[in-house]
């Protein structure tokens, strides 16, 4: 037997219409092949309200790729692939970061510093003279402590870790700038990281300078 539903609106089902659809049921056509329903809506049914739309996904902003991260001591950045054996300084220029790294390749104490892009020039270099005190031959009035030379720049003078120098007594700039390229030439650090260096390093230390 096949049986089918015919749903009829309310106005021209007006003489089933009570207070339930299915109570108001009627069969219509009686054969033993086909029966067939007619189901009067009552006027109060109200159809369901169709589905609330969908909230957007919201896609979190991503960081360019070529946008600097900035690193702290808490999270430095790695050593740098290629950057020598043994007993040695090595210096990221791009990265303006400085690992010192003890005969075990251990690395010791590493440090962010502001230098000057490009300078030195990549390669391997060896310390040559220190100072605890010294001053600018380029600039007035500028001091600095704990000077570790160990190349020279694009204009002969010399290239070594520092402090942050002071210009008639003023620092040039604040420890918090440190990781930024700041510096003419030489590569600037925090007092406490100079020093060490400067006690750690002896003439003919090597030093590594990366991209």
């Not at 990281?193 to 750690?200: G, L, V």
Request: hydrophobic content about 40%; some cysteine; overall charge positive.
């Amino acid at each position: 037997m096949i049986v089918r539903r015919v749903f009829v609106g309310a106005l021209a089902c007006a003489a089933f219409a009570t207070a339930s659809p299915v109570a108001n049921a009627a069969r219509i056509g009686n054969d033993e092949s086909t029966t067939t329903t007619v189901v009067a809506v009552p006027s109060s049914y109200t159809a369901p309200d169709a589905p609330a739309s969908v909230a957007p996904v919201v896609v979190p902003e991503v960081a360019p790729l070529n946008e600097r991260i900035t690193y702290t001591r808490a999270v430095p950045p790695q050593l740098p692939r290629r950057s020598g054996t043994g007993r040695r300084i090595v210096y990221s220029n791009r990265l303006q970061w400085v690992w010192v790294i003890d005969k075990n390749d251990e690395i010791i104490r590493q440090m962010p510093v502001s230098g000057r892009k490009g300078v030195p020039e990549v390669g391997k270099y060896s310390v040559t003279t220190k100072s605890p005190w010294s001053f600018s031959l380029d600039f007035d009035n500028v001091t600095f402590k704990w000077m570790t030379r160990f190349a020279f720049g694009p204009d002969g003078g010399n290239v070594g870790f520092h402090d942050i120098p002071l210009e008639k007594g003023k620092p040039m700039q604040t420890e918090g700038e440190l990781g930024r390229f700041k510096g003419s030439g030489c590569v600037r650090m925090t007092t406490d990281d100079a020093k060490f260096i400067y006690r750690w390093a002896t003439p003919g230390t090597t030093v590594v300078v990366t991209p």
